[in-house]
Nanobody, 130 residues
Framework: QVHLVESGGGSVQAGGSLRLSCVAS????????MGWFRQSPGMEREVVVA????????FSADSVKGRFTISQNNAGNTVYLQMNGLKPEDTAVYYC???????????????????????WGQGTQVTVSS
């Protein structure tokens, strides 16, 4: 059984940083594509960053390029989202997602929709104040 557990959310002022963690059990990160998504009230869930199995090839949404980075510790089965230069518009619930069709992620990058990921964490709130 697969479980994804996020942590690290919180409140921060604009310009600050946070690092989110996602501990995965029941799957092997070196063989699984991973993603971070976010959702604000009344908005659709959108991709933030994603990585092919192993974490060596990553994709970032235009809105976070140069500010957010996905990385992973394969041995520890943990995926991270480092968020720098946070803006109020980054306020959302952030979700960790796992297990998509890697070839589709390689082709589509951040255009791969949330419905193509099989497993989801419970989400962690990030609030950025101006």
């Amino acid at each position: 059984q697969v479980h994804l557990v996020e942590s690290g959310g919180g409140s921060v002022q604009a310009g600050g940083s946070l690092r989110l963690s996602c501990v995965a059990s029941g799957l092997t990160l070196s063989r699984t594509c991973m993603g971070w998504f976010r959702q604000s009230p009344g908005m659709e869930r959108e991709v933030v960053v994603a990585s092919l199995p192993g974490g060596y090839t990553t994709f970032s949404a235009d809105s976070v390029k140069g500010r957010f980075t996905i990385s992973q510790n394969n041995a520890g089965n943990t995926v991270y989202l480092q968020m720098n230069g946070l803006k109020p518009e980054d306020t959302a619930v952030y979700y960790c997602a796992a297990d998509c069709e890697a070839r589709r992620l390689a082709y589509l990058g951040t255009r791969l929709g949330p419905y193509e990921y099989k497993y989801w964490g419970q989400g962690t709130q990030v609030t950025v104040s101006s």
